[in-house]
């Protein structure tokens, strides 16, 4: 079962070229509710993994979208996108994202400032639609798993990731737990 043709076939229905196409990218995702019937069995975290990404939908040059499954107590490490604008919606559970300045001159311990924070429960949608720089998102509950929708313009396949211990970002490409997710872009297309 595809959860999410409905929000899919929305999406690609948007104009990508318009500057403003994240808005009504957001507008959808507020449209779009979670369907609490257990759907999301289809994707666990996997055996070793903190948080899992299934990759759901990739329309080249225009946007991707990714499940992201997050253990009890979970986090990514602070990375950016690439300079790819970022929108996410809760499916499970709550979720934070702390927004970070990365100051490669400062002393190592005072490179990254977390600037602000955001908490988002069970169908919040992330608030902007602009924001290029680094963050993290973390599940703070103990003993919830959390589930978010990532959508990102244009498809995020790389980031830098900022090295805990050297505080120097190091690129990571992403990897996705679903190497071929039956139900992508291009199968809607045909
Ligand atoms: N791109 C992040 C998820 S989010 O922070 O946008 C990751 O895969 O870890
Ligand atoms: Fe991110």
């Not at 403003?20 to 509710?33: G, P």
């Not at 929108?87 to 559970?93: A, C, H, R, T």
Request: aromatic share 12%; glycine share 4%; hydrophobic share 35%.
């Amino acid at each position: 079962m595809d959860v999410f043709i409905d929000l899919k076939q929305r999406l690609i229905a948007l104009d990508w070229g318009d500057s403003n196409v994240m808005t009504y990218a957001r507008e959808i995702f507020l449209d779009y509710k979670a369907d609490q019937t257990k759907p999301f069995e289809q994707f666990p975290v996997k055996k070793n993994e903190t948080y899992s990404r299934y990759e759901i939908c990739t329309v080249a040059e225009k946007f991707n979208l990714v499940l992201n499954v997050w253990k009890p107590n979970s986090s990514n490490p602070v990375h950016d996108h690439s300079g790819a604008k970022y929108l996410f919606k809760v499916l499970k559970g709550s979720l934070t994202d702390e927004h970070y300045e990365f100051d490669h001159h400062k002393p190592i311990g005072q490179r990254l400032e977390k600037k602000s924070a955001v908490t988002l429960g069970l169908n919040g949608v992330y608030p902007g639609v602009d924001f290029t720089g680094y963050h993290k998102i973390f599940n703070q509950s103990a003993t919830e798993e959390a589930i978010s929708l990532n959508l990102y313009r244009p498809p995020l396949w790389k980031c830098s990731v900022i090295d805990s211990i050297t505080e120097e970002p190091r690129p990571q490409l992403m990897a996705f737990a679903n190497s071929n997710y039956e139900a992508n872009a291009n199968t809607l297309a045909q």
